[in-house]
C-alpha cells in the first residue's frame, strides 16, 4: 500500500470495505468549502448508518474532519481549480470496489458527475444536469449549506441542515504555553485574545493590510492581545500588521500552525475578525464569536448559517450585482468597509 494510501485508510480500510457497504462522498475543495459540507455529510451519515462514509477531499481538510469523527476514511483528491478524476489505485485500496453509493457534494455536475460515474457507483445522488435527470434542481443563488442538505434531503429523506454545522476542534495541549502561559482556556476566565486573519485566497476578499494594522493597534490599546493568522504565504502579511505593538501584545501563527492548530486558535479566542475564507468557516463550526468582511460574494450564499447572534456580517455590496471572487484588487463593497465601522462592530460583539 503506498503511504498517502495509508495516511487516507487509516480510519477504516479496504478490508472494512468488505464487511460494509460503502457511501463515497465527493467534495475535493478548500477548507471553508468542507466545513459547508458537514451537515450534508452528517446527513448522508443518519441516511445509511450502516455504512462506511468515505469522502473524496484533500489530504489534510479531510483528515482533520476524519480525525473528528465526521467521516470514516478520507480517499484524497483535488478539485479547487477543476475536479480530477479519482485514483483508481487510491479507491480500491479505500473504498475497496465500486461504492454502494456516490454522492456529489462538489458541483452541479457534469464534470463531477463524470468523476463519480466513473468509480461504477450502485446509485448516484446527485442535482440535474445535462445526461442526468434524477436529481432535485440547482439553484445559483442558494446558501451553500442548505444547497447540499437539500439534496440529501431529497434524494435520501434524511434529516439535516445548519445545526449540524457545530465541531468540537479539540483544544491541543501542544500550543497552551505557547499561546498564554497564564491562562488554561478550559477555565473561567474566558479568553481574551482576538484573531485577526488578514489573508484571503484572492486579492477581491482582501481588506487592505493598512487597514488590518489599525485595527490590531486600537484592539492592543482597548486591552486585547491579538493573534495573527495566515498560510505560509502570508507570514510577511502577518508580521507586517504587528510591526511597533507594544511586546507581549500580539502573536503571529501565520506558517506555523496545521489545520488542527489553527482550529484550536479559532476555538480559544474571544472573537475572531477576517474576510469571506475558511478561518470565517471554522469560527461558525467552533461557535467563535466573529466579524466578517465580506465583498465580492454576498453573505446570503456563504455567511454564517447558525448561531447568528454570535456573528457581525458587514456588506455593502449589492448582492443583485456580486463582484469577481477571483479578482486581484480589494473589492469596491469590500472597500467601503471602513475601520471605524469595523471596530464597532468588534467593539460591539466583546462587550
Known sequence: MSVAAGEAAEAGGAADSL???????????GLGDALTGVPALRGLRRAFPDHRLVLAAPAGVGGWLRD???????LPASGVRAVEP???????????????????LHGQGPQSHDV????????LVAFACDGFADGPAWDDDEHEVERWCRLVRETTGA???????????????RLDPWLDPRLDPRLDPPPSDVVLHPGAASGSRRWPAERWAHLADRLVRDGRRVVVTGGPDEVELAEALVLGLPPGSA???AGRLDLPGLADVV????????GDTGVAHVATAAGTPSVLLFGPTPPHRWGPATDLERHRVLYRGDPERPG?????EPDPALLALSLDEVHAAVSALLA
Open 19 to 29: 464487511r460494509r457497504p460503502t457511501v463515497l462522498a465527493l467534495r475535493a475543495l
Open 159 to 173: 434529516a439535516c441542515g445548519p445545526e449540524d454545522l457545530r465541531l468540537d476542534p479539540r483544544l491541543d495541549p
Open 267 to 274: 476555538a480559544r479566542a474571544a472573537l475572531v475578525v477576517c
Open 116 to 123: 463519480l460515474r466513473a468509480t461504477s457507483p450502485g446509485r
Open 251 to 253: 502573536v503571529v501563527t
Open 324 to 328: 469577481d471572487p477571483h479578482g486581484e
Open 68 to 74: 473528528l469523527g465526521v467521516v470514516d476514511a478520507v
Open 86 to 104: 479519482l485514483d483508481p489505485a487510491l479507491l480500491a485500496e479505500v473504498v475497496g470496489g465500486p461504492p454502494d453509493v456516490a454522492v456529489n
